[in-house]
């Protein structure tokens, strides 16, 4: 199975399990699997994470996550 698929898993499964808060201001905790890790969304909307697997490699399944739910949330708003 290629990599990205992989990543792309791992990030519906921390959505949908509801690992991820939403802290406001483009902040966002991700619950994984060895620890909590915080998302940050620029102004440009470029996502960056505080895990080992985004410093090394500029992107990981947290990233990934709430990129889908920030795309998610833009197709279907929630009605208030
Ligand atoms: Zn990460």
Redesign the pocket.
Known sequence: MPHDDIMHQKARYLIESGRIENLGNGIYN?I?EHGT?T?AQDHTGKLS???Q??LNKGR????QAVALLTNKKRLRPKPR
Do not use: E, K, M, Q
Not at 60 to 63: D, E, G, Q, T, Y
């Open positions: 991700v994984g890790y998302i994470c505080n895990c697997g985004y990981c399944s947290h990233a």
